[in-house]
C-alpha cells in the first residue's frame, strides 16, 4: 500500500475570534492554507477565563458544517431553530448551517481550563441552501478503543479500523464522507490506519510532537500546535516522539469553487452577495431569526 508522506506543515497562529477569544488557527489562516473540504481548524485552549469568557455570541453562518469537539470545558450552545446544548468534556457538536443558521455558543465556566477545536468543512454546492440541522453528541457516545501497544483512538465521524475491529463513529451519512479520530500514543508508540486514496487527509497536534514514516518536510516531524498536510495514498502512519495527542481528519474533497467572506461560504460572489442582503433583511435562517433575537 502506498504510504502518505508529510506533505506540509501549517504553522498555528495565534488569533482572536468571537467577542475576543484567543484562538491558534491552522487551517484557514487564508485561502492557500485550505484544504478541500476543510476550510478551517481553530484550538481553543487556556487556563485564564478571561481568554475565553467573552465566548462567541449570536452570529450567522451558510453553505459549511462546523464541527465542535471539546476535551475540557463547558461551552452552551443556542441556536435560532429552538435548539440548545451544552458542550462538555469529550462532546462533539455537529452542525449543518446549510442556507442559514443563527446560533450563539458562550462559555458556562469562571475558571479552569477550556480546550477544544472548531473545525469547519464546506458543503458541495447541492446542499449548500439546505435545511439547517444541529446534533450535540455527548462523551458516551463515541466509542474508544484501545490501541494495539498503548494509547486510545476516539472515533468521532466515520469508519476507523482499530486492532482488527471495525468501528463506526457517531457521524456518518454526510456526502464528503468524513472520518476524525482523536488519538492518544505514547512516547514511542505507533499507529497506522487507511484512508482512501483521493481523500484529502490532515492532523493537528495538540500535545507533543509526531512524526510520519516515509519523510517529507521537516523530515516527517510535526509538533504541538502545528498541523500536517499528507500527500495523497493508501495509508498513514505516525510514530510518537513524546506523549501526544493528535486529531485525524480525511474527506473526499468536492473540486468546487470556494468564495468565502467571514461566515458565509459559497460557490460564487452573486451567492456571497445574495447571503449578505438575506442577512441584513434579516431573512438568512428564515423568519425564526427573529424569535432568537426575542429570546436570546
Given at each position: 500500500?502506498?504510504?502518505?508522506?508529510?506533505?506540509?506543515?501549517?504553522?498555528?497562529?495565534?488569533?482572536?475570534?468571537?467577542?475576543?477569544?484567543?484562538?491558534?488557527?491552522?487551517?484557514?489562516?487564508?485561502?492557500?492554507?485550505?484544504?478541500?473540504?476543510?476550510?478551517?481548524?481553530?484550538?481553543?485552549?487556556?487556563?485564564?477565563a478571561a481568554d475565553?469568557?467573552?465566548?462567541?455570541?449570536?452570529?450567522?453562518?451558510?453553505?459549511?458544517?462546523?464541527?465542535?469537539?471539546?476535551?475540557?470545558?463547558?461551552?452552551?450552545?443556542?441556536?435560532?431553530?429552538?435548539?440548545?446544548?451544552l458542550l462538555q468534556?469529550?462532546?462533539?457538536?455537529?452542525?449543518?448551517?446549510?442556507?442559514?443558521?443563527?446560533?450563539?455558543?458562550?462559555?458556562?465556566?469562571?475558571?479552569?481550563?477550556?480546550?477544544?477545536?472548531?473545525?469547519?468543512?464546506?458543503?458541495?454546492?447541492?446542499?449548500?441552501?439546505?435545511?439547517?440541522?444541529?446534533?450535540?453528541?455527548?462523551?458516551?457516545?463515541?466509542?474508544?478503543?484501545?490501541?494495539?501497544?498503548?494509547?486510545?483512538?476516539?472515533?468521532?465521524?466515520?469508519?476507523?479500523?482499530?486492532?482488527?475491529?471495525?468501528?463506526?463513529?457517531?457521524?456518518?451519512?454526510?456526502?464528503?464522507?468524513?472520518?476524525?479520530?482523536?488519538?492518544?500514543?505514547?512516547?514511542?508508540?505507533?499507529?497506522?490506519?487507511?484512508?482512501?486514496?483521493?481523500?484529502?487527509?490532515?492532523?493537528?497536534?495538540?500535545?507533543?510532537?509526531?512524526?510520519?514514516?516515509?519523510?517529507?518536510?521537516?523530515?516527517?516531524?510535526?509538533?504541538?500546535?502545528?498541523?500536517?498536510?499528507?500527500?495523497?495514498?493508501?495509508?498513514?502512519?505516525?510514530?510518537?516522539?513524546?506523549?501526544?495527542?493528535?486529531?485525524?481528519?480525511?474527506?473526499?474533497?468536492?473540486?468546487?469553487?470556494?468564495?468565502?467572506?467571514?461566515?458565509?461560504?459559497?460557490?460564487?460572489?452573486?451567492?456571497?452577495?445574495?447571503?449578505?442582503?438575506?442577512?441584513?433583511?434579516?431573512?438568512?435562517?428564515?423568519?425564526?431569526?427573529?424569535?432568537?433575537r426575542a429570546g436570546?
Amino acid at each position: 500500500m502506498t504510504q502518505r508522506r508529510l506533505a506540509r506543515i501549517v504553522p498555528g497562529m495565534p488569533t482572536s475570534d468571537g467577542a475576543g477569544v484567543r484562538i491558534r488557527r491552522s487551517l484557514g489562516q487564508g485561502p492557500g492554507a485550505r484544504l478541500d473540504p476543510f476550510l478551517m481548524l481553530d484550538e481553543l485552549g487556556s487556563d485564564d477565563a478571561a481568554d475565553y469568557m467573552a465566548g462567541f455570541p449570536t452570529h450567522p453562518h451558510r453553505g459549511f458544517e462546523t464541527v465542535t469537539y471539546m476535551l475540557e470545558g463547558r461551552m452552551r450552545h443556542r441556536d435560532h431553530m429552538g435548539n440548545e446544548g451544552l458542550l462538555q468534556d469529550g462532546g462533539l457538536q455537529w452542525m449543518s448551517a446549510g442556507r442559514g443558521i443563527m446560533h450563539s455558543e458562550m462559555p458556562e465556566q469562571t475558571s479552569g481550563r477550556m480546550q477544544g477545536f472548531q473545525l469547519w468543512i464546506n458543503l458541495p454546492a447541492a446542499e449548500k441552501m439546505k435545511d439547517p440541522s444541529y446534533e450535540d453528541i455527548q462523551a458516551d457516545r463515541i466509542p474508544e478503543r484501545t490501541l494495539p501497544g498503548g494509547g486510545l483512538a476516539r472515533i468521532l465521524a466515520g469508519d476507523a479500523h482499530i486492532g482488527g475491529e471495525a468501528v463506526t463513529g457517531p457521524v456518518s451519512g454526510i456526502s464528503t464522507q468524513p472520518l476524525f479520530l482523536d488519538l492518544r500514543l505514547p512516547a514511542g508508540g505507533r499507529f497506522e490506519h487507511r484512508i482512501p486514496p483521493g481523500h484529502s487527509g490532515f492532523f493537528y497536534v495538540y500535545r507533543g510532537a509526531v512524526g510520519v514514516p516515509g519523510g517529507g518536510v521537516n523530515d516527517g516531524l510535526v509538533e504541538h500546535g502545528n498541523a500536517g498536510v499528507l500527500s495523497d495514498g493508501e495509508v498513514v502512519a505516525f510514530e510518537a516522539a513524546s506523549d501526544v495527542g493528535l486529531l485525524l481528519l480525511a474527506a473526499r474533497p468536492l473540486g468546487e469553487p470556494v468564495v468565502q467572506y467571514g461566515p458565509f461560504v459559497m460557490n460564487s460572489r452573486e451567492e456571497i452577495e445574495q447571503a449578505l442582503r438575506d442577512y441584513q433583511a434579516g431573512t438568512l435562517a428564515g423568519e425564526a431569526r427573529q424569535g432568537l433575537r426575542a429570546g436570546a
